[in-house]
């Protein structure tokens, strides 16, 4: 590299990549079986509704996760939305604020408040030891998350929700593929919701599925995503359109068969990025628990500034402007964003974790997109960004003074 700070893009020079590397770049299987696929689709006719396609996925999937009821969602949001409400949640629910929104939105938008708790330091999830004091009498249920591929400390929710007598469920939006003590995700709690959009390891475009072993609550929920409709004519239930489509069971299908060299290829990039990013001063890689079956799909760097000597967001601008898209996933967490910032403006005082965790990781490119050499770049940028961190403070002054 050289020494000049002139060949960084923001600074001028052109971009390390000609190609932008994106987060969330999907994995794309295998085309000609997708297309054939496709084909049969369209010359059976039969587009949606409980098509074939979406029954063998649905299948496919249950003896995947060894759990008794699939069901095939046109995206995780609505699995969610559905799945809490044929759980019977409301008044409040218990909820990490370092998610995605979609987890809070999808209480909120049935008029069930969300009660932002805070995240362990260690595991990045809803820490156990902070729900129990956010019990109330309109408390119904916990929602984890098992976030970047990471089960939830699901031992001890449990515990809490049975001794308080609250449903517990799961948006393992990020975990399909991934285990706990040897059990697959999707077993555990009232019930479960899996993503499949194009950004997650396994992909059907859009889609998502709503995972049970609850033979009563799989009922309804099968009953709620196809408006309550029992029968021909017969509505039994409050509904709404959660059906997955045939296409996107195709692609989903597709996906499944290429799942091992999926995993196998996460699987490389994180231990490229595990043996570069160590050698890098004031960022950690968040490591996996090996032990465990992962998809690996999420890499997540915490970037120290105080040791860096540059911010996570002066890095992401640089990586940005050398074409490398990292996201800040979940920044600022969800109690920042609207409506929740001003339906709960103290909320930031009870997250002290959040508030900081989300000012300093980075979701990094990987998956079938990005190869070893890319992240090789990836890392030499970081090194001499943090390497030149004072004179890259100075940049970031100039060229705030340029702009003001
Ligand atoms: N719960 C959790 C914990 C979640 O993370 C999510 C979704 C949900 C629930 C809800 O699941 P779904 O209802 O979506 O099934 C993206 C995804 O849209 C979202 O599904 C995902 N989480 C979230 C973590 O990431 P954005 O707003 O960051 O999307 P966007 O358009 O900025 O794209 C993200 C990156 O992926 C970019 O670098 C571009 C790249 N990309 C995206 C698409 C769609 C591609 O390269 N190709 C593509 O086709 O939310």
Same mark, same amino acid.
């Given at each position: 590299m050289k020494t000049s700070l002139d060949h960084l893009a923001i600074f001028g020079g052109a971009p390390e990549f000609t190609e932008l590397l994106h987060v969330g770049r999907p994995n794309i299987g295998n085309r000609e079986k997708l297309f054939d696929r496709f084909n049969d689709i369209l010359d059976r006719r039969w587009l949606t509704n409980h098509g074939p396609y979406v029954s063998e996925f649905e299948q496919r999937i249950a003896d995947l996760i060894g759990v008794k009821h699939?069901?095939?969602m046109c995206n995780a949001t609505i699995g969610l939305e559905i799945a809490f409400r044929a759980a019977g949640l409301k008044g409040e629910v218990i909820v990490p604020s370092m998610t995605f929104?979609?987890?809070?939105?999808?209480?909120?938008?049935?008029?069930?408040?969300p009660v932002f708790c805070d995240i362990d330091p260690d595991t990045c999830t809803i820490d156990p030891n902070r729900v129990e004091e956010l019990i109330t009498p309109r408390t119904t249920g916990i929602v984890g998350v098992?976030?970047? @591929?990471?089960?939830?400390?699901i031992d001890a929710l449990e515990e809490i929700a049975e001794r308080r007598n609250l449903k517990l469920l799961f948006d393992a +939006?990020?975990? =399909?593929?991934? @285990? =706990?003590?040897g059990k697959m995700i999707g077993n555990f709690g009232d019930a479960e919701v899996l993503s499949f959009h194009a950004t997650k390891f396994l992909n059907s475009g859009e889609g998502g599925a709503v995972v049970t072993n609850d033979d009563e609550l799989a009922n309804k929920v099968r009953l709620m995503k196809n408006f309550g409709f029992e029968d021909i004519d017969k509505v039994v239930y409050i509904g709404t359109n959660g059906k997955m489509n045939e296409l996107s069971a195709a692609m989903g299908l597709t996906s499944l068969e290429s799942l091992e060299e999926i995993i196998a290829v996460n699987y490389r990039n994180y231990k490229c990025y595990? @043996?570069?990013?160590?050698?890098?001063?004031g960022v950690e890689l968040k490591l996996f628990n090996e032990s465990e079956k992962c998809n690996y799909q999420y890499i997540i760097l915490d970037l120290d500034e105080t040791i860096a000597g540059v911010s996570?967001?002066?890095?992401?601008?640089?990586?940005?402007?050398?074409?490398?898209?990292t996201r800040r996933y979940f920044y600022p967490g969800c109690h920042l964003m609207e409506p929740y910032r001003s339906y709960f403006p103290h909320a930031g005082l009870l997250l002290p974790v959040t508030n900081d965790l989300s000012q300093r990781i980075l979701?990094?490119?990987t998956g079938t997109a990005i190869s070893p050499g890319d992240i090789g770049k990836i890392a030499q940028i970081m090194h001499f960004v943090i390497a030149?961190? +004072?004179?890259?403070?100075?940049? =970031?002054k100039s060229i705030q003074r340029t702009a003001g």
């Amino acid at each position: 590299m050289k020494t000049s700070l002139d060949h960084l893009a923001i600074f001028g020079g052109a971009p390390e990549f000609t190609e932008l590397l994106h987060v969330g770049r999907p994995n794309i299987g295998n085309r000609e079986k997708l297309f054939d696929r496709f084909n049969d689709i369209l010359d059976r006719r039969w587009l949606t509704n409980h098509g074939p396609y979406v029954s063998e996925f649905e299948q496919r999937i249950a003896d995947l996760i060894g759990v008794k009821h699939c069901i095939a969602m046109c995206n995780a949001t609505i699995g969610l939305e559905i799945a809490f409400r044929a759980a019977g949640l409301k008044g409040e629910v218990i909820v990490p604020s370092m998610t995605f929104v979609a987890t809070a939105h999808a209480l909120q938008w049935q008029e069930i408040t969300p009660v932002f708790c805070d995240i362990d330091p260690d595991t990045c999830t809803i820490d156990p030891n902070r729900v129990e004091e956010l019990i109330t009498p309109r408390t119904t249920g916990i929602v984890g998350v098992h976030l970047w @591929s990471r089960p939830c400390d699901i031992d001890a929710l449990e515990e809490i929700a049975e001794r308080r007598n609250l449903k517990l469920l799961f948006d393992a +939006a990020h975990a =399909f593929g991934c @285990s =706990f003590h040897g059990k697959m995700i999707g077993n555990f709690g009232d019930a479960e919701v899996l993503s499949f959009h194009a950004t997650k390891f396994l992909n059907s475009g859009e889609g998502g599925a709503v995972v049970t072993n609850d033979d009563e609550l799989a009922n309804k929920v099968r009953l709620m995503k196809n408006f309550g409709f029992e029968d021909i004519d017969k509505v039994v239930y409050i509904g709404t359109n959660g059906k997955m489509n045939e296409l996107s069971a195709a692609m989903g299908l597709t996906s499944l068969e290429s799942l091992e060299e999926i995993i196998a290829v996460n699987y490389r990039n994180y231990k490229c990025y595990e @043996s570069e990013i160590k050698r890098i001063p004031g960022v950690e890689l968040k490591l996996f628990n090996e032990s465990e079956k992962c998809n690996y799909q999420y890499i997540i760097l915490d970037l120290d500034e105080t040791i860096a000597g540059v911010s996570r967001d002066q890095m992401m601008d640089i990586l940005w402007a050398e074409n490398v898209l990292t996201r800040r996933y979940f920044y600022p967490g969800c109690h920042l964003m609207e409506p929740y910032r001003s339906y709960f403006p103290h909320a930031g005082l009870l997250l002290p974790v959040t508030n900081d965790l989300s000012q300093r990781i980075l979701a990094m490119p990987t998956g079938t997109a990005i190869s070893p050499g890319d992240i090789g770049k990836i890392a030499q940028i970081m090194h001499f960004v943090i390497a030149h961190s +004072a004179e890259v403070r100075e940049g =970031f002054k100039s060229i705030q003074r340029t702009a003001g």
